[in-house]
């Protein structure tokens, strides 16, 4: 239930995990969150940040007023999606700890919570109440899971309800691994991209857009490599029945409605998605704080030629703040 937020512009993607949540949900693939000497391990990997920037809010509220911005939306990193099986407690914990840190930031944060992964039934029960939370916009969830995308299983379920509950979603792909991919951080630098362009298409492809039109629901890096292959999409769309079996228009007019982020590390690109999506479209995001964040998220936008005021703007509506 997002209520009145603080002035200023929006980082709508940067993470938070309180240090008590460190260990991670039942069955998390990479090992618990462990601090040494003040840096951040997931079990053995460095991830070369402090470990106070991803559990200490004034550290991230020190962030924010470096970058400018005056408003930041929370959400847990995803390695602490409840990917392997029941976490009820666990989503409990970070929910209500996210409610209470955001209450306590007169407007300045809001925040995204975490939604158990194992059942229909689970989803529904969760989704209700965190739509209770104040200061709680929606739910931050990953774009793939179990082999099924957002047009299958409990990932659908979960879009289905947030539509009917009102409740925003943030797309944020999991860095999943393949052996391929395994040296030159490129389970990051390419898995990332394509985890995410996947789930956009299952959403166009699948008719998910034509069926929950009211669905907020915003796709972090820029969509990662979507505004890159959309022509594709649209030409498998024109040319092949089974590609648009689910959909009764192409992918490069659905994608209209939808939202992405800025952090896309390139202006060329971030102009593309402009032009792809739309300037209504497009929120700025920081992926604070990663090493692979947009350090001056604002001033990237801005220096692309995007206006400040519609990127608030844009970011309001996405988290369902009313005028």
Excluded at 55 to 68: F, H, L, N
Excluded at 212 to 223: A, S
Aim: charged share 20%; aromatic share 6%; net charge negative.
């Amino acid at each position: 239930m997002i209520g009145a937020l603080a002035e200023g512009p929006i980082d709508v993607h940067a993470h938070w995990l309180p240090n008590e949540l460190f260990e991670l949900p039942p069955g998390a693939p990479y090992g618990p969150l462990r601090d040494r000497d003040g840096e951040l391990y997931l079990g053995e990997i460095p991830l070369s940040i402090a470990t106070r920037a991803m559990s200490d809010v004034p550290a991230i509220r020190d962030d924010m007023a470096a970058a400018g911005i005056g408003v930041r939306v929370i959400s847990a990193p995803p390695f602490a999606f409840p990917v392997a099986g029941p976490a009820a407690g666990y989503v409990t914990a970070f929910n209500d700890a996210l409610a209470t840190v955001v209450g306590e930031s007169a407007g300045a944060l809001a925040g995204l919570g975490l939604v158990p992964l194992d059942s229909a039934a689970s989803v529904s029960a969760h989704l209700e109440r965190l739509a209770g939370l104040p200061g709680i916009a929606g739910v931050a969830i990953p774009p793939l899971l179990g082999g099924e995308s957002l047009d299958r299983g409990v990932l659908h379920h979960v879009l289905v309800e947030c539509a009917r509950l009102d409740l925003a979603v943030l797309v944020h792909p999991m860095q999943l691994p393949r052996p391929e991919w395994s040296a030159h951080y490129l389970a990051n630098l390419i898995g990332n991209p394509v985890e995410t362009a996947t789930a956009v298409a299952a959403l166009l492809l699948g008719g998910i857009r034509e069926q929950l039109p009211t669905l907020r629901i915003c796709f972090v890096h820029g969509g990662g490599c979507t505004p890159g292959i959309l022509g594709r999409w649209d030409h498998g769309w024109r040319t092949r029945p089974d590609v648009r079996r689910h959909s009764t228009r192409p992918p490069g007019e659905l994608v209209r409605g939808l939202w992405f982020d800025t952090v896309t590390h390139d202006p060329q690109l971030l102009d593309l998605l402009t032009e792809r999506a739309g300037k209504e479209a497009v929120v700025c995001g920081s992926d604070y704080p990663f090493d692979m964040a947009q350090r001056d998220p604002l001033g990237f936008a801005t220096s692309g030629g995007l206006d400040a005021r519609v990127l608030t703007a844009n970011a309001r509506a996405f988290l369902g703040v009313r005028p």
